[in-house]
């Protein structure tokens, strides 16, 4: 039997370290993506845009309170043929300027108007700072996505490596005797079965490269691995009411239904003021300059004549508008109202509820995979044991070649399977910040911080 190349540790180590391409003078580190993705991505950029309208929006609402003026000017000629009077005809030419100005000195509607505008802003900005949060966590997403498709595509190329070495030498051993068919056709089916698997896991490591590709702007990606040796940070505070306090104060989708319902009150309010007079205070100012020419019978002969002068008027006032009945339009109005700002508050208890049982199910989630990142790094450690004592026993006799394949097998897939789970406690560290409220770009460098330079 030919004993197959040995398969060092070392040299398992180096295969299944995190995603090797990475580690190029072109890799890309998750800041750099990040930073891409804020000049790139088409949801973040929207709640900027948005962010803008609400301001200007508010500055609408806020010429409310603001006076309001207005220039008119005209210019008329009247022409008049009346023969059976004294005058026998008369031909006027007039030009007028006039100046209108209002200020409102008290209407609840426009009041309520401008703070619903206020929050309308706040809401916004909330909106924003969800969707800067929401574009961390889909980079770093995207980004470890792309690092554990390439962890297993090497995990699987190496069983590949050690599948056909396990083929070769079953061909060999049933040439020479020392083996059956069966040996070689169950080597030939595993070799089969790995090759399926490198399809699979080479067409997913291009997808989830496009996605990421997709989401910064960029292309021919290749992200940096994690550091060696891996050290993740732990959590911070410990204690899941502690993130839950958090979240209940600074979770943006309880921010955005608390500022929902808050406007639904304003707008009752707004109703209710339909009740209430309108008070404004009004200025005009004007000039009109007339001339007038025409022909004036005099006995039976005919005189001319022309006059001309300008003439001023100036006004100032207070107008006060009092509504009496309009249909029972008001109080059905104050209804509608009522019943959507109870919505709005169920809306808002929804959401505190969500948020509370999400950031929970999120801390406890990073907990498991903590506790699974120890317990994968004691197999890997045990892993490289097992294959160490079985290729000691292959040399002496006592093991066949399959087993040495098993283990080296056991030993990639346990590899693999710990980075994905450092991979998972990273990005669940920061969804778990993010459904805190607490998550910000600053995040993304201590993120930054565990890959490899």
């Not at 960029?218 to 550091?227: N, V």
């Not at 040399?395 to 030993?411: F, H, P």
């Amino acid at each position: 039997m030919t004993p197959p190349r040995r398969f060092t540790l070392h040299r398992t180590a180096a295969l299944l370290a995190l995603g090797l391409a990475g580690l190029s003078a072109q890799a890309q580190s998750l800041q750099e993506l990040y930073d891409a993705a804020r000049g790139y991505d088409a949801t973040y950029l929207g709640a900027q845009a948005a962010a803008s309208a609400a301001q200007y929006r508010a500055d609408q609402a806020n010429a409310l309170w603001l006076p309001t003026v207005g220039l008119s000017a005209g210019a008329s000629r009247t022409e008049a043929d009346t023969p059976y009077a004294s005058t026998r005809s008369t031909n006027t030419n007039a030009t007028n300027v006039a100046l209108q100005a209002q200020q409102n000195l008290f209407n609840r509607a426009n009041s309520v108007s401008i703070e619903q505008a206020k929050r309308g802003v706040e809401l916004a900005q909330t909106q924003l700072r969800a969707a800067e949060q929401d574009l961390v966590v889909r980079v770093a997403q995207a980004y470890f996505d792309v690092l554990a498709a390439q962890d297993t595509l090497t995990t699987v190329q190496a069983n590949k490596k050690a599948n056909a070495e396990q083929l070769a030498s079953a061909k060999r051993n049933f040439e020479v005797g020392t083996a059956t068919i069966t040996d070689t056709r169950e080597a030939q089916a595993r070799y089969d079965l790995v090759l399926a698997q490198e399809v699979a896991a080479d067409n997913d490591l291009r997808v989830k490269r496009l996605a990421l590709e997709q989401l910064v702007g960029k292309t021919g990606l290749e992200p940096r691995p994690l550091a060696q040796p891996v050290a993740l940070p732990p959590l911070q505070p410990a204690e899941v009411n502690a993130w839950v306090g958090e979240a209940e104060t600074r979770n943006t989708t309880i921010e955005q239904a608390r500022l929902g319902l808050e406007v639904a009150k304003l707008e009752t309010a707004k109703a209710q003021a339909g009740h209430l007079p309108t008070v404004a205070l009004t200025g005009s100012y004007g000039k009109t300059h007339v001339n007038v020419s025409g022909d004036q019978a005099t006995q039976l002969g005919l005189v001319g004549y022309s006059a001309s002068g300008t003439g001023t008027n100036a006004a100032i006032g207070v107008s006060v508008t009092v509504p009496l009945f309009a249909g029972f339009a008001v109080q059905n109005r104050v209804k509608e109202t009522l019943s959507l700002e109870d919505k709005a508050r169920n809306d808002y208890e929804a959401s505190r509820r969500g948020v509370t049982q999400g950031t929970r199910s999120a801390f406890f989630g990073v907990q498991a995979g903590q506790a699974q990142v120890k317990a994968l790094e004691a197999a890997e450690s045990s892993s490289k044991l097992a294959l160490e004592a079985t290729q000691l026993g292959y040399k002496v006799g006592v093991r066949v070649n399959l087993d040495v394949l098993n283990a080296q097998t056991q030993l990639f897939q346990t590899q693999r399977d710990l980075a994905k789970a450092r991979y998972d406690v990273i990005v669940g560290g920061l969804k778990l910040r993010q459904a805190a409220g607490t998550l910000q770009p600053a995040d993304v460098a201590n993120v930054n911080a565990l890959l490899a330079k």
